[in-house]
């Protein structure tokens, strides 16, 4: 396995979550890493990517309001903590990596950008 990606599980409503994507191949570090989600009957969308080397960050939509990207060198693990949980934010949540270290942008949703995928958790919102 190249990308782990974990943290998923059952929350309610208004729960917070911190998922994690760790390589023990990789050094994260160097490679532009992105999360998505795909929830049943929907396409992978893009949530959040965070860039190689320099760390800036791109969030689709208003994924910025509850969403945040960050990257732990040390640990060689890339998170996306989520607050305030939705029913509609259940999906399976997929962390990918891009070995080209393009800058995250408005384009970092398109699935073909990243070599290297996890294999999802996923996180169900319910009461």
């Known amino acids: 396995v190249q990308l782990q990606a974990s943290g998923g599980g059952l929350v309610q409503p208004g729960g917070s979550l911190r998922l994690s994507c760790a390589s023990s191949?990789?050094?994260?570090?160097?490679?532009?890493i992105a999360w998505f989600r795909q929830a049943p009957g929907n396409e992978r969308e893009g949530v959040s990517c965070?860039?190689?080397?320099?760390?800036?960050?791109y969030y689709a939509g208003s994924m910025k309001d509850r969403f945040t990207i960050s990257r732990d060198e040390d640990k060689n693990t890339v998170y996306l903590q989520i607050h305030g949980l939705k029913p509609e934010d259940t999906a399976i949540y997929y962390c990918?990596?891009?070995?080209?270290?393009?800058?995250?942008?408005?384009?970092?949703?398109?699935?073909?950008?990243?070599?290297?995928w996890g294999q999802g958790t996923q996180v169900t919102v319910s009461s």
């Open positions: 965070i860039t190689a080397v320099s760390g800036s960050t």
């Open positions: 191949k990789f050094t994260l570090d160097y490679y532009t």
């Open positions: 990918a990596a891009d070995p080209r270290r393009r800058i995250c942008g408005e384009f970092s949703d398109r699935i073909a950008r990243y070599d290297y």
